[in-house]
């Protein structure tokens, strides 16, 4: 990971949401510029942003608008019901007019050179992919998109795909076309063209497994926290005991019960430690390890590289020895 929201680099200001606007079934757009106007600074196809509600929890949102588009940034948030809050509150509470804090751009999904693309996403998945495609488009160079949901209604920025890409747009409402066929849409994809992925956790999965059985070099790039927003595969394992922590740099020694994270419990000492989704996705809480051995729980580090990784998600990894060492 080459950088995330909590990194110095990673900029805060108030922004203004200048204007909301339904796009899909269960799916608002927000408009956000500075309160009194002009640019923003650049970023890149594949960034993301974390807002900080009204409430104070922060989520992060792919940027969807045009990268042209200096004056503002624009998110798209779907409503996740069951979720922990952050899309409920951002689609309940009247936002437009409000400020909000907002931290980043940061990219953790950007283009790496191809000849080519495939750019697969689930639902709500397609936020970082559409400003993607509008690049490639720009750059002249080969892409193709299969966007998946439950139905018509929720193929979030169809029209503006089918406007950018014609037939190279597939659309695929899961009622009428049932689910995505990624292992055909993978074979018709020669083996040097990058893939981008974005959607829910199982679609990531199987795209995963399908490339390394199928095409072990190919280039594939996944971004894992647009999917549903408020929910995660990655919970809290309240039964895997107490344990203690050492912050390295202070010396303390902590304890985390079984029904709280590292990240709970070291924000009580460490209340400015870097965080975000706390659910094990979006990479910001990633901290070094100096002693103990971390049980890997977010969807981050990939389960090949658990073993001999040096970082952990504090949010919801935990730990397979009595103590862990963290460089904090
Ligand atoms: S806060 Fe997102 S991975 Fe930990």
């Given amino acids: ?32 510029t500075r309160p009194t106007g002009g640019a923003l600074p650049s970023w890149e196809p594949g960034a993301h942003v974390e807002l900080t509600l009204p409430s104070g929890l922060r989520r992060p949102y792919s940027l969807c608008g045009d990268v042209t588009d200096t004056e503002a940034w624009t998110v798209a948030v779907h ?24 931290r980043g751009p940061v990219n953790r999904f950007s283009l790496v050179s191809a000849p080519g693309y ?47 890409g014609g037939d190279r747009v597939r659309l695929l409402p899961q009622d009428e076309a049932g689910l995505p066929d990624l292992a055909a849409e993978l074979a018709a994809t020669p083996p040097t063209y990058a893939v981008y992925a974005c959607g829910p956790q199982p679609m990531l999965d199987a795209v995963t497994a399908l490339c390394r059985t199928a095409a072990p070099a190919r280039s594939l790039h996944l971004e894992r926290f647009t999917a549903g927003d408020d929910t995660s595969s990655v919970q809290l394992d ?19 019960p079984a029904d709280r994270s590292v990240l709970d419990v070291v924000r009580e000492k460490l209340p400015d430690v870097p965080y975000s ?41 935990r730990c397979d020895s009595p103590v862990l060492e963290l460089d904090l």
Avoid at 9 to 20: D, H, I, K, S, W
Avoid at 245 to 254: D, E, H, I, Q
Avoid at 277 to 296: I, K, M, R, S
């Fill in 1 to 32: 990971m080459s950088s995330d929201l909590g990194s110095p680099g990673a900029t805060t200001e108030r922004l203004l949401v200048r204007q909301a606007r339904w796009i899909a079934q269960d799916v608002v757009e927000l408009r956000l």
């Fill in 238 to 256: 309240a039964s895997s005991g107490e344990f203690e922590v050492v912050l390295s740099r202070s010396g303390l020694r902590l304890t985390v």
């Fill in 79 to 102: 409503r996740v019901p069951e979720g922990r809050g952050g899309s409920r509150e951002i689609h309940e509470t009247a936002l437009v007019g409000r400020e909000l804090e907002v």
């Fill in 277 to 317: 989704c706390e659910e094990g996705y979006c990479g910001t809480c990633e901290t070094p390890v100096t002693a103990g051995f971390p049980d890997h729980r977010d969807t981050v580090i990939e389960p090949s590289e658990r073993p001999t990784a040096t970082t952990m998600m504090i949010c919801v990894s």
């Fill in 118 to 164: 495939l750019l697969l996403a689930g639902g709500i998945g397609v936020t970082p992919l559409l400003p993607i495609a509008r690049e490639l488009t720009a750059r002249g160079l080969p892409w193709r998109l299969v966007l998946g949901a439950r139905d018509r209604s929720r193929l979030v920025y169809a029209e503006e795909l089918v406007e950018l």
